[in-house]
């Protein structure tokens, strides 16, 4: 078993190298670029601002990112020295493969460089974020759990039931809203849209609340996660939900269900001593993946929605402004997590039930 998890841990660096490679190669056929969004603001100021070209501290050293070669068409009416200067203050004076070398070498010792215009490490920037949007990816994963696998529970006990079909009619809503869609609900009648204002909008804590005991700052930290994990949850719970029924219920008509009954087994007993294990396999497992789906691609309107500055709201606009080192700072690790979460997930099969072995599989 050992050895099959090894395996998978070098996996991981020709994956990474793979996926940074052919995002690299993508952004060089990418239209636009800091180079050209710079060349565009000096020409929008006119000729004082010819002469006095800055960037973001430490962009002197060579910046491991792409851009397109020759003079831009905005480029023109502007001193070639400028524009020489300007490239060479992104880092973009040098050819591709030796940017990209430079890339996977900092990488290797997660030196991300600088944003290009927001003048901070990209460590340091994905440091503030991320607190962010784990607490949203955690307590809405956890959430999305503890309320879809009872209620998948109960739906394959009562298959055609009553009970069935209107949980079922709920999970169908919960499956068509989109989880930024019942966000701007939640705003319109909780925090202050049109009816009542019981929640707060903005943030994860009150202003002044840094000065709070320790009590009064978690009582707070919670009540802002209430609408922003509400509007997660709702939109992630349906798929979980029919999952499990599913999973019970293939287990549930299985012969040795049907043997436990025969010796007189109660119907509690069979259901969570025999079918439990054997059902729960795939959704505990599949655990890491779902809190990796809700932290970086779930939250992103959620994020913008309420005010929260996290990663996906980092990355989203690092896109639009082509702050090349931000956006491959925060693939590289958010490649990486979702590498390792796929390890976890393997290591949480044996966990649930210790008799599967991954080294005896062809």
Known sequence: ???????????????????????????????????????????????????????????EAATPFSSSEGLYRGARGLDPHTVDEIRRMFGFDKPPLERFGLMLRDYITFDFGRSFFLDQPVLALIGQKLPVSVSLG?????????????????KAVRDGSRFDVATSGVVLVGYAVPGF???????????????????????????????????????????????????LVVGGFAGLTM?????????????????????????????????????????????????????????????????????????FESAIRRDYPV??????????LGLLMQIVGDLLYTVVDPRIDFEARR
């Open 327 to 336: 956006m491959f700072g925060t693939l590289y690790i958010f490649t990486l």
């Open 243 to 315: 999952l499990t029924k599913n999973c019970f219920l293939e287990e549930i008509r299985k012969q040795y269900t049907v043997t436990a009954r025969a010796k007189g087994a109660s119907e509690q007993r069979v259901l969570y001593r025999h079918v439990f294990r054997n059902a729960m396999l795939l959704i505990i497992a599949g655990f890491p993946a779902a809190f990796i789906g809700i932290l970086f691609s779930s939250a992103l309107l959620v994020e913008i929605i309420f005010s929260l500055n996290g990663l996906g709201l980092l990355g």
């Open 138 to 154: 955690l307590w809405s994963t956890l959430l999305v759990y503890f309320v879809s696998i009872p209620l998948g529970i109960a």
């Open 181 to 231: 869609l019942f966000a701007i609900l939640l705003v319109v009648l909780f925090a202050g849209g049109s009816f009542l204002q019981i929640f707060p909008l903005r943030g994860l804590t009150s202003p002044g609340a840094s000065g709070w005991s320790w009590g009064a700052r978690i009582i707070d930290y919670l009540w802002h996660m209430v609408l922003p994990t509400v509007a």
């Open 1 to 59: 078993m050992g050895a099959y998890f090894l395996r998978r841990l070098l996996l991981v660096i020709p994956t990474l190298f793979g996926i940074i490679a052919i995002n690299f190669v993508v952004v060089q056929f990418a239209p636009g670029g800091p180079v050209e969004q710079m060349i565009a603001e000096l020409r929008g100021r006119g000729g004082e601002a010819i002469g006095r070209v800055s960037g973001p501290s430490g962009a």
